[in-house]
């Protein structure tokens, strides 16, 4: 019962490094989620997809990427990491029926010097 | 613009006492909304939702009451136990959304002392 993974868990890289976060999920969702957390900021939602080979801008997109090239799979993009893009990254999924909870994974923690 | 508050950045309680968390939103559109609960290192878990249409949804000790004309919502957990110690983040979606999208509170931090 595994619902959403994320990978890696820990990070850290150098300014200007790119990297991946891979989000999957097996509970056949349509809709996914990129959220970053930051102290006092709650959760704030960076990229969206609403299905296979879709995705759309969050409140904060600026400097991230994002694919959804297989309905289980989103992946972020970071194409040159900068300090500000330090923070904890969380990814959602929920169905698209009615009202409905997303489902978080545990988190990828990111570190850039 | 914060659409989606909670003013109080940490709360302590006694176990066995009550917890009451509040949640204040700007935006009327909303008309459903979920808190959810966070322990250190893991992922946001879901804990209750209610939808605008009603002004009380209950789960064993965990209540959430909606003020749809103050545009307020709170959390009761009643009583608290020290496994209720996490931070929790009130979250409201827009029904006119057909995307789901979220917009959270800043969280609460809640410490329950034995």
């Known amino acids: 019962n595994a619902g959403v993974t994320q990978t890696p868990k820990f990070r850290v890289l150098k300014t200007g490094q790119s990297m991946t976060l891979l989000c999957a999920q097996d509970?056949?969702?349509?809709?996914m989620y990129w959220y970053r957390q930051d102290p006092g900021m709650g959760l704030r939602l960076i990229h969206y997809?609403?299905?296979?080979?879709?995705?759309a801008k969050g409140e904060v997109p600026d400097g991230y990427n994002v694919s959804r090239l297989k309905k289980q799979n989103f992946l972020l993009g970071l194409e040159s990491a900068a300090p500000s893009q330090t923070s904890v990254y969380f990814c959602?999924?929920?169905?698209?029926?009615?009202?409905?909870?997303?489902?978080f994974g545990d988190g990828t923690r990111l570190s850039i010097l | 613009d914060q659409q989606v508050k909670q003013n109080s950045p940490s709360l302590s309680v006694q176990e066995g006492r009550i917890s009451i968390l509040n949640c204040d939103y700007t935006n009327s559109m909303f008309d459903y909304f979920l808190w959810y609960k966070k322990y250190p290192a893991e992922g946001p878990t879901f804990l209750i939702s209610?939808?605008?249409?009603?002004d009380k949804n209950e789960d064993g000790r965990f209540t959430v009451f909606l003020n749809k004309s103050a545009k307020h919502l709170s959390l009761h957990i009643v009583p608290s136990q020290p496994g209720d110690s996490a931070v929790y983040f009130c979250?409201?979606?827009?029904?006119?959304?057909?995307?789901?999208?979220?917009?959270f509170g800043q969280g609460t931090t809640l410490q329950v002392k034995p």
């Open positions: 959602a999924s929920r169905g698209i029926m009615g009202n409905q909870p997303q489902h």
């Open positions: 997809s609403v299905g296979e080979g879709t995705t």
């Open positions: 209610i939808s605008s249409i009603k």
């Open positions: 979250a409201a979606q827009k029904g006119s959304s057909n995307t789901g999208k979220l917009i």
């Open positions: 509970m056949n969702h349509e809709y």
